[in-house]
């Protein structure tokens, strides 16, 4: 009694015609991802008003939080630098110690700080926390991430290129 539907094959070719779609997956699958396609996690994708918007957001932000250490313009001449054990970056050189690319989701994960980016001694605040315990309700998260990527937004803003 012959099996019921069952395809033929050729002896000495046993169901080789499942493989080749299986090594094409596995190719794609494996093919090194293209710099240019990768997302970044905390920058959002906005057109140029909503960069300014958050801009704008993010200098309020760095006034409030920032500037004391930081200074004004960002280069970590803040009224409160002389007091630390370790002066503050110049944060407008941020690109520039980077190759002239502006690691934003890097800075974001520092600001933040509850993810443990680290970065030498913490001396700076993790603002991340601090921001949770100001900001109440359900969409304290959605709160925070927008005041850090504003912020971020802002510190991309005043980069500056590297001093030769």
Request: net charge neutral; glycine share 10%; proline share 9%.
């Amino acid at each position: 009694m012959n099996a019921p539907n069952r395809p033929r094959v050729a002896p000495g070719r046993p169901y080789f015609w499942w493989i080749l779609p299986l090594l094409g997956l596995l190719f794609l699958l494996s093919a090194p991802k293209n710099q240019a396609e990768e997302k970044s996690v905390h920058r959002p994708d906005l057109s140029k008003a909503g960069q300014a918007f958050f801009r704008s957001e993010g200098f309020a932000a760095f006034q409030d939080y920032c500037m004391l250490c930081h200074g004004r313009d960002g280069r970590g001449e803040g009224s409160a630098a002389k007091f630390l054990r370790n002066p503050p970056k110049d944060l407008t050189l941020i690109s520039a110690r980077r190759g002239g690319e502006f690691p934003f989701d890097e800075v974001y994960r520092i600001i933040d700080g509850r993810e443990g980016a680290g970065h030498g001694a913490r001396e700076m605040p993790i603002w991340g926390r601090l921001l949770s315990d100001l900001e109440p309700g359900p969409d304290r998260e959605d709160a925070i991430t927008r005041e850090i990527q504003g912020l971020v937004f802002y510190l991309e803003s005043i980069q500056q290129p590297a001093k030769e």
